[in-house]
């Protein structure tokens, strides 16, 4: 029996498994619906990575909390349902602040790829990373377990590599102070202010959410999401699950559930037979991406793997009870208690973009060193271009030794080769598995597009543009800041996003000035 | 067909021109460079009040809250009117006096207002500090979500025929035309109601923008309930000082708490300064402790068309036949907004004002500053 907790969830006492999130606690426990959105609906978690801000709740009085990024604690009190006020006076706000040669933000591989070769040579390095453990999402574990077989050397040398690691950081600014930069975070233990000659921005990736009726539902949610929830603890042992949307990384999230016990009904792939087929002779030349497809797929034998077949509707009272597919001609209903759905990943430039970047289409722009158009400010990884672990690895060592200045990235041709083959095999799957026209067409007027503020498709007919949208209907106005209608916005008009202003994240008005 | 009126700038002023000017029975083009709302508006608070900084601009404001009061019942709810009430709050005893002095003046003018004393304001706001000397409540005092309240303006003249052209971008003014890339706009009438911009089309017209900062907080419903002021804050807003910053926290219909208030003359540089908004955040963490537990979820700046004694620009511009100005209303746009499209549209028909017109006249003499 593993440790238990006790929460008090809306004033009841729930025992849990320790060691989680709040958020798989609460999925455990039975609760799927964990805030009231402003339109009265039940929501539940979407992201499970801290992007989405749909599983918030109070956490002892401090309402607005994400379930997703806190570890539980006994005696916790947890108020789900309606926005509450709030209900704490303590003052609890602290400030710390630190110096460094480099700052690093994000441990994903690309983030810990550049904190070890920054800090090996002999850079003052932090690291600022919005996970609970460093390992980003594809090595997402929890606090005091092993960390995946592909990550432990990785995490292992940047134990030793020297750099600071500060965990459950949330940067919300990055600003210019003379001749360096300044970042500032929430942490678990109040704000944090570091001082950097040189600033990475290994941010990431997020999964690219598109509004079909239903999808507010609680039991929808992401595909990395339901695979992320899965890490912090939940159990999907029985859950009946469909994992539909597009790209590579609905198998691996197929594979997983069905590990964990869930029985997968089907697993659908938007994008056409040819198109996969076509991607998959294409991976020929990638062998090891073509045996990590393969182990994939034998795991979750026996589910039905269907191309050409999107998800139309999600139906439910109050949760999701089936979805309703299609291949665009025939209509059929399966029966889920969990739908795991994303088209694939958005890069995470926010910060590079407050910084003023310049952007190439919606990645940002980096020299053969990852430096960006700012002086200064380097980027590694998915920001660059969605493109996977490897290149994510490979840009960080680059960007780490060149912000580190010590050493010259052009030395070691092993990391620019890997870098460009693996960026020429992320350019082949972005067209394979883009969405197809008639997922524009799935959103009814009243379907909601901007779920933190709940405007409905309807709302954003007369607009023109994201910032009108915004202004007119709420759309991109709430915590999430438009970070999942903000790409729905680009998908279904063509409009562009926001410009970004700081805070770069929602953070106490308290913290805001701790820099300062 | 050639318009009675084209009015230049689709912000909340000419918005409520077109909506005054239509209700007239005049027909109307408005010409947007952008969207409809979507520039100092929308980064207005939306504070419908009554101010007594001079006679002047108590009679606009004052004017300009009973028509707001007048079509509160018929604004839809994206609108978000509410009638929170303005508590200009009194920090020691010195300000007290002050209090006493602005409640006289209020009603001898006919303005309900309500001192409260330390305990009153506590009962009424117990977020803000313990300690404060008081307050003058004024409970006529509105909110209004200003890009939706313009919005809702246009769309009512639209609905009596007038023109909302979006995207034409006004180059110049000349007599009873206006220059656009997508052509020029003739009428018996123009109007520049282009805010911050309305000086490049009427070189001369003494406004220089005037930039602000406001944080916006997510929901914490009930946290306050007033629009609470500092009574410093027309100090700050008066002080030809290059950058000041005062304590004004407003409750949205939605439960946030949007804060306020900062100004500087930097030009157009939209960016976020930092360091002001931190000396605003400070001001406000002064008066109230507890927002800094607040999450806030957006920041943004915007423009107020400042001019040099504080009051806007309405009427006749007499150097170019046929142009009339509504523009320079700082940050008084949304409230005056209506008292200023009734008088441009008296003095367009050569009707008689509710209230003398002379002092808001675009060609009346002006001080010196150093920024207008």
């Known amino acids: ?516 | 067909m050639v318009p009675d009126v084209v009015v230049v700038g689709a912000g909340i002023v000419g918005a409520a021109c077109a909506d005054a000017l239509t209700e007239a029975g005049l027909s109307v083009t408005v010409l947007e460079s952008r969207f409809a709302g979507g520039a100092t508006t929308a980064a207005a608070m939306g504070h419908i009040v009554v101010m007594d900084d001079s006679e002047a601009q108590f009679a606009l404001t004052s004017l300009s809250r009973g028509l707001w009061e007048g079509l509160a019942s018929r604004m839809p709810r994206a609108c978000e009117d509410e009638r929170t009430g303005t508590l200009w709050v009194a920090a020691d005893d010195t300000e007290m006096a002050h209090v006493r002095r602005k409640a006289a003046f209020y009603a001898e003018r006919g303005v309900e207002v309500e001192q409260l004393d330390a305990s009153d304001l506590e009962r009424e706001e117990p977020n803000l500090r313990p300690g404060l000397a008081g307050a003058l409540r004024v409970p006529g005092d509105r909110v209004v979500y200003p890009v939706n309240a313009a919005r809702w303006l246009l769309g009512r003249a639209v609905g009596r025929g007038a023109r909302l052209v979006e995207g034409a971008e006004a180059s110049s003014i000349g007599a009873r035309r206006v220059m656009t890339p997508r052509g020029a706009f003739e009428a018996g009438a123009v109007v520049n109601a282009a805010g911050a911009a309305a000086p490049l089309l009427t070189p001369g017209l003494p406004v220089a923008p005037r930039k602000g900062h406001l944080v916006i907080t997510d929901r914490y419903p009930g946290f306050c309930r007033h629009q609470l002021i500092e009574l410093g804050y027309l100090t700050s807003a008066h002080s030809p000082s290059p950058e000041s910053v005062a304590f004004n926290l407003q409750p949205r219909a939605t439960g946030q708490m949007l804060l306020g208030s900062s100004r500087e003359f930097v030009g157009l540089d939209a960016s976020v300064n930092r360091r002001i908004r931190d000396r605003m955040v400070r001001r406000a963490l002064e008066f109230m402790p507890g927002l800094a537990r607040l999450s806030a979820i957006r920041t943004w700046t915007g423009f107020r068309p400042a001019t040099p004694d504080n009051l806007p620009l309405i009427g006749r511009w007499e150097s170019i036949p046929g142009l009339f100005v509504a523009a320079g209303h700082e940050g008084l746009g949304i409230t005056t907004a209506l008292g200023t499209a009734r008088l441009v549209t008296d003095v367009i028909l050569g009707r008689p004002s509710p209230i003398d017109p002379a002092p808001y006249s675009p060609m009346r003499a002006f001080p010196k500053t150093a920024h207008a």
Request: glycine letters at 12%.
């Open chain 1, 1 to 516: 029996m593993p440790d238990r907790v006790r929460l008090t969830v809306d004033g009841r006492s729930v025992p849990v498994e320790a060691g989680v999130t709040v958020a798989a606690a609460l999925a455990n426990a039975g609760v799927a619906s964990l805030r009231s959105s402003v339109t009265g609906e039940g929501r539940g978690v979407l992201c499970a990575m801290g992007i989405c801000f749909e599983c918030r709740v109070a956490i002892d009085g401090a309402p607005h909390r994400r379930a997703c990024m806190e570890l539980v604690r006994d005696g916790m009190s947890i108020a789900t349902g309606p926005d509450h006020g709030l209900q704490t006076t303590d003052d609890g706000l602290s400030h710390e602040a630190l110096d460094g040669d480099v700052a690093v933000v994000g441990a994903g591989p690309a983030g810990i790829a550049a904190a070890c070769r920054a800090a090996e040579s002999g850079a003052r390095t932090v690291v600022l990373d919005e996970g609970l453990t460093p390992g980003g999402q594809i090595h997402r574990h929890l606090p005091g377990a092993e960390p995946p077989e592909a990550a432990r050397r990785w995490i292992e040398r940047l134990a030793r590599s020297g750099a600071v690691v500060i965990g459950g950081a949330s940067v919300f600014d990055v600003a210019r102070h003379g001749e360096a930069f300044l970042l500032s975070a929430e942490t678990p233990s109040g704000a944090c202010a570091v001082t950097a000659k040189r600033v990475i921005l290994a941010t990431g990736a997020r999964e690219l959410f598109l509004p079909f009726p239903g999808w507010t539902l609680p039991g929808v949610m992401g595909a990395g999401g339901a695979q992320a929830l899965l890490k912090s603890g939940a159990s999907f042992a029985g859950r009946a699950a469909v994992v539909a949307g597009s790209g590579p990384l609905l198998l691996p999230v197929a594979a997983s559930l069905a590990k964990a016990g869930a029985d997968v009904a089907l697993v659908a792939e938007q994008a056409g037979l040819s198109t996969v087929a076509g991607f998959g002779a294409g991976l020929a030349r990638f062998p090891g991406k073509l045996l990590e497809a393969a182990r994939y797929r034998a795991a979750f034998l026996g589910a039905p793997y269907r191309t050409g077949t999107w998800v139309a509707e999600a139906r439910g009272a109050g949760c999701v009870e089936s979805v309703v597919m299609t291949d665009g001609r025939k209509r059929f209903e399966v029966a889920c208690d969990l739908a795991a759905v994303a088209f694939g990943l958005v890069p995470n430039t926010e910060l590079a973009r407050l910084c003023g970047c310049a952007m190439r289409g919606s990645a940002v722009a980096v020299d053969e060193n990852q430096e960006t158009s700012v002086e200064g400010v380097f980027c590694a990884g998915e920001p660059c271009g969605v493109a996977g672990v490897d290149v994510a690895v490979a840009e960080g060592e680059i960007a780490g030794m060149a912000a580190a200045g010590r050493a010259d990235p052009a030395a070691e041709p092993a990391l620019g080769r890997a870098r460009a083959s693996g960026r020429r095999f992320a350019a082949r799957m972005e067209g394979a598995f883009s969405p197809r026209a008639e997922i524009r067409g799935l959103a009814r007027p009243d379907t909601i597009v901007c779920r933190c503020e709940d405007a409905p498709l309807s709302a954003l007919a007369s607009c023109s543009s994201a910032r009108e949208a915004k202004l007119a209907s709420r759309a991109g106005m709430g915590p999430c800041q438009g970070r999942v209608c903000g790409p729905a916005l680009q998908f279904l008009f063509g409009w562009d996003s926001d410009t970004v202003r700081p805070p770069a994240r929602p953070a106490l008005i308290g913290h805001l000035t701790v820099s300062r």
